[in-house]
């Protein structure tokens, strides 16, 4: 470390005092240095590196409309934003959440889902889907805009639906963001008005989609706020944002990027691709800066068509085109890819359909993280934030109507199981874990999409036919060992056959 020019002026009259003033800045930088952060430090390979201080609502109000906005554009024109939405969707909905009510009492929960199941086919506001496709739709929103409201419509009991209750599904620009601010003794957040505790207190709602063409004559009007307890709000928390980003939002410009990179290839090969060959003239020195080049009849070149040959002016000699071999467009396209699939937090091989560089092994272990990062959305984002509310609502309209003696009534969820890669081992785990008494018939049915009660009563009416037919299968666990031997009435011997 040099001296400074007031070092240097401080040493011609006390030379004790400049040695100790430099010593002191040795060790200050030798600590700076030694506790810092590189990712702190400050250089040219930082410069313009612009990091923000400001809360995540800041960030959200000013870039959650245009990002959202942006990833609706790719997602429509996309394959790559299109395929990674629908992996996430396929892989958190599947065929559905499935509720089962579990209050102990089996009356009274098989009376509640039935009910229940009734209601589902009739819960959609538009009169469309079920509460399954509600779900399907719901989570597309949610990744793909990044958060999505759904609305609580109690009906009137002369409508004739089996519980007077429907859900809206609203997109996020029904939110009114442009009211921020303080009210009363709460305060607003885009929209979403809080109470002195933090609590979400009304949600400021616009009557119809602000980009709808009646939408756009009704901006005018101002939102009305909707009370909390009416609507469920969906959307990922990454930090303590009161609103949503898009799932892609890290990767939108890769994907454009990728988008224009693959627009200006094939343009170059389709222009390389039309020439066919070009006639120079004999002197290619005399034919000046700009020469003319017409086609065949003489008219002049100004666009490209396949089997394209331009006469430049004197034109004797003619020229093959050669296309160009450019090299690195799949290495390229495959490293972008690697990034947009990671920005997804879907696997490669799922976004793409490549399978071409994994086998079984890699494949089954490379599933595994995505799986496990399935199971905290569907536990920790999905069901507390849609399907709790929502079979709260149930609960809650149906016990009004006398339907249920009690308006809270337990539920278990059942998200739908991963397809197995190797079924049949699968099936043995499955299996084990049932005669381990670690997991129930079924809770194993409702993994794979179905209700419980439905698939056992369709196994007793088939089981009652069989013996009313005579018929034994070896596959009916009362009449076959898994060995393939005659059930015996003696347990003891039963299983001595199984061990066998």
Request: with cysteine; aromatic share 8%.
């Amino acid at each position: 470390m040099s001296a400074s020019w007031f070092d240097r002026a401080i040493a011609t009259v006390a030379p004790r005092a400049a040695a100790r003033r430099v010593l002191a800045r040795q060790a200050f930088d030798t600590l700076t240095h030694t506790r810092g952060y590189d990712g702190a430090a400050r250089g040219r390979r930082t410069d313009g590196w612009r990091a923000s201080a400001s809360s995540a609502d800041t960030e959200i109000g000013v870039a959650g409309a245009l990002l959202r906005n942006r990833m609706r554009d790719l997602v429509r024109n996309n394959p790559h934003a299109a395929k990674a939405v629908a992996v996430l969707v396929n892989n958190i909905i599947g065929a559905g959440i499935m509720p089962r009510a579990a209050s102990g009492d089996d009356k009274l929960d098989r009376k509640v889902d039935a009910l229940f199941e009734r209601w589902s086919s009739a819960c959609d506001a538009d009169g469309q889907l079920d509460f399954y496709g509600l779900q399907t739709l719901i989570c597309r929103e949610m990744v793909e805009a990044g958060e999505v409201l759904v609305r609580r419509r109690l009906r009137r009991p002369s409508d004739g639906l089996p519980v007077p209750l429907q859900l809206q599904v609203l997109e996020a620009d029904f939110l009114d963001a442009s009211r921020t601010g303080a009210i009363g003794s709460g305060r607003l957040v885009q929209g979403i008005e809080f109470d002195p505790l933090g609590q979400r207190r009304a949600y400021w709602l616009h009557g119809e989609h602000p980009g709808d063409a009646f939408g756009a004559v009704q901006a005018g009007a101002s939102s009305r706020a909707v009370p909390a307890s009416e609507i469920a709000h969906v959307y990922e928390k990454q930090r303590t944002q009161a609103r949503g980003v898009p799932w892609g939002a890290p990767v939108i410009r890769s994907l454009r990027d990728l988008d224009d990179y693959e627009v200006a290839e094939i343009v170059r090969k389709k222009t390389e691709a039309c020439v066919t060959a070009i006639v120079f003239g004999d002197d290619e020195a005399q034919q000046g800066i700009a020469p003319a080049v017409v086609d065949a009849d003489g008219n002049q070149v100004e666009q490209f068509e396949p089997g394209l040959i331009a006469y430049a002016r004197g034109g004797k000699d003619i020229r093959f085109n050669q296309p160009s071999a450019t090299g690195g467009y799949a290495e390229y396209k495959r490293a972008s890819l690697h990034t947009i699939s990671a920005g997804f937090r879907v696997p490669y091989e799922l976004l793409t359909g490549d399978l071409s560089q994994v086998n079984y092994s890699s494949i089954r272990a490379g599933l595994v993280e995505f799986r496990r990062q399935i199971d905290a959305v569907q536990w920790q984002l999905f069901i507390p934030m849609l399907c709790q509310p929502v079979w709260r609502w149930f609960t809650e309209a149906a016990w009004a109507t006398g339907q249920i003696p009690r308006p809270d009534i337990p539920v278990e969820w059942s998200p739908p199981k991963f397809e197995a890669v190797d079924p049949q081992k699968d099936a043995m785990a499955n299996l084990l874990a049932i005669r381990s008494g670690t997991t129930s018939l079924a809770e194993v049915i409702a993994q794979q999409g179905r209700n419980p009660d439905a698939v056992l009563a369709e196994i007793a009416a088939t089981n009652a036919k069989l013996d009313a037919l005579g018929l034994v299968l070896d596959s009916d666990p009362r009449r076959v060992t898994k060995t393939g031997s005659a059930q015996s009435n003696d347990p003891a011997q039963t299983d001595a056959a199984e061990q066998d």
